[in-house]
């Protein structure tokens, strides 16, 4: 836990580095070139910086798209109608409508801040427009420049995984065990929990990686981790199945068997399409021979049954995931590993 937080507290000196400096470096080009607003360069590069390149990308494109609609729009209405508060209310609010219907809300910050300048100055002018042209690409730009460098996750997702899966296979073992002796322990569930919460982190950790990851394999991580979470939904299930469970049968003793041998290959690299395979013939071997003598017998069988489906389904959520991996997320995060 130590490590994580120190990491996260290095990411986040790394954002308040890049947002000082890059905010007074937009302020001073922006007065070296006498720039009227000047401040509003460094505003635009605090509110530009984001966690990933993509998403600092895609907001500098937005702004430069909605910075034209935005002098559109007052260019027509200022001049026809002056600058008056009533020009100013329908500039904004046909500014606030095209942003807000195109989805592109986190832009409106910038461009209210445009029709006010326009509006403050009295007279809307082709070098005011350009004036504020250049405050937006300063301070855009210098916040797609500072951000070109956000540390890799891959090395630490790498490490997660590796951890993850010794967790998960420990956790199989756990209720491979229990479900011979027909009983389960409460620190399963705990241990669950904390798989989960580390899931929850990796998961941030991978939306990091994708977000500053420019190929075709960059959802590798997200994918995986949606994967064991899914999985560590259905280890869930599986301990409220064996607590259900009253008897020892013969079937317990060759699920046990299947469950050990799930957790011992359990691996990220791991073809989960033979244990599909294997997981069929166990179920046709499992043919109930006869039919049960009483209530407490077909009530366990009913449940055995039930945790072989579950088992299926874990199974089943891997093959999901090798079955649609692409050959450039292979060679990419598997030659690497």
Partial sequence: MNLITSRIDWNLFLKIVKIAVGCCLAIFIAEIFGLSFATSAGIITYLTIQNTKKETLRLTLHRFLSFLY???????????????WQSLCIVLLLTVGITCFLRW????????????????????????????FLLLAIGSLL?????????????????????????????LL??????????????ILEHLDQLEEMLR?????????????????????????????GQ????????????????VHEQSLIISEFMSHIGESLHEKNRAILLR????????????????????????????????????EFIEIECHFLE??????????????
Avoid at 201 to 226: I, R, W
Avoid at 286 to 310: D, G, V
Wanted: charged share 20%; net charge negative; with cysteine.
């Fill in 70 to 84: 935005t002098a559109g729009l007052s260019l027509l209405f200022f001049p026809l109608i002056g600058t008056h």
């Fill in 105 to 132: 809300d986190y832009t409106l910050s910038v461009n209210m801040v445009i029709c006010t300048h326009f509006f403050s100055m009295k007279e809307l002018t082709l070098s005011l427009i350009l004036n504020e």
């Fill in 143 to 171: 916040a797609v420049l500072f951000n070109l460098y956000i540390p890799r996750r891959s090395k630490r997702l790498n490490r997660d995984i590796r951890q993850i899966e010794s967790d998960l296979k420990n956790i």
């Fill in 174 to 187: 756990q209720l491979s065990d229990c479900l011979i002796h027909s009983t389960v322990s409460p620190k």
């Fill in 201 to 229: 982190t990796a998961t941030v950790h991978a939306f990091e990686e994708a977000g500053n990851t420019f190929n075709e394999a960059s959802g590798y991580y997200l994918e995986y981790m949606d994967m064991r979470i």
């Fill in 232 to 247: 560590c939904g259905v280890l869930r299930s599986f301990y409220h199945s064996i607590d259900k469970l009253t008897l």
């Fill in 277 to 312: 395979k294997e997981w069929h013939e166990i179920m046709l071997s499992m043919e109930p021979k006869k039919l049960p003598e009483n209530s407490s017998e077909f009530h366990n069988q009913a449940i055995l049954q039930h945790i072989l489906m579950e088992l299926l």
């Fill in 324 to 337: 649609g991996l692409s050959q450039a997320k292979m060679k990419k995060y598997w030659d690497e590993t």
